[in-house]
Nanobody, 124 residues
Framework: QVQLVESGGGLVQAGGSLRLSCVAS????????MAWFRQAPGKEREFVAT????????YYRDSVKGRFTISRDKAKNTVYLQMNSLKPEDTAIYYC?????????????????WGQGTQVTVSS
């Protein structure tokens, strides 16, 4: 079983940056597709970014392209989300997710493992 723990959230002003981390334990996730989702109050959980098992392929939702970067460190069994030029509409709880399935997976149902989430609040 895989456990995912996110950290790095917080309160930041618009235009600022944060780096989220997701540490996996229980087993290595170096062959897993990993992703970040987010959920704002009163809204559905939505896809943010995904990275393939090798780190060679990434994919983002349009609204974060050019501002967010997903990456992974296999030695640390960790996935990151670097968020720059943050906007108030980025405010949400951010969740890390993982699956042994391969591909550019953007649907919530594609992922088997989830973290508990970390709050990101962007003030205007």
């Amino acid at each position: 079983q895989v456990q995912l723990v996110e950290s790095g959230g917080g309160l930041v002003q618009a235009g600022g940056s944060l780096r989220l981390s997701c540490v996996a334990s229980g087993r290595t996730v170096d062959t897993y597709t990993m992703a970040w989702f987010r959920q704002a109050p009163g809204k559905e959980r939505e896809f943010v970014a995904t990275i393939n098992w090798s780190g060679s392929i990434t994919y983002y939702r349009d609204s974060v392209k050019g501002r967010f970067t997903i990456s992974r460190d296999k030695a640390k069994n960790t996935v990151y989300l670097q968020m720059n030029s943050l906007k108030p509409e980025d405010t949400a709880i951010y969740y890390c997710a993982g699956t042994r399935s391969q591909g550019l997976l953007t649907a919530r149902g594609s992922y088997d493992y989830w973290g508990q989430g970390t709050q990101v609040t962007v003030s205007s």
